[in-house]
């Protein structure tokens, strides 16, 4: 009987730590995406500076670029729910 009360209790766990991590999928999404789009257009910026020989100009404006799109997408996954 014991066995059969502990399997319910792992059971209950399971399905709670399931539910628990599908609700936080969006917001990891999120989180990722804002990285994401500051490394990318930072790294886009630091390449331009390289190419053309502007630095630090290009590397500033990718990192603020990428700070006001991750921070856009961040506020657009969360506000829409």
């Known amino acids: 009987m014991a066995r059969d009360a502990r399997s319910k209790v792992l059971e209950r766990s399971l399905n709670a730590f399931r539910s628990t991590v599908m609700g936080a999928g969006p917001a990891a999404a999120a989180g990722y995406t804002?990285?994401?789009a500051i490394l990318v257009l930072g790294?886009?910026?630091y390449g331009v500076d390289a190419w053309w020989g502007t630095s630090p100009?290009?590397?500033v404006i990718g990192?603020?670029?990428g700070i006001i799109i991750g921070f856009y997408e961040l506020v657009k996954s969360t506000w829409s729910r």
């Open 34 to 36: 804002l990285v994401g």
């Open 43 to 45: 790294g886009l910026g």
């Open 57 to 59: 100009w290009g590397l």
């Open 63 to 65: 990192l603020a670029l």
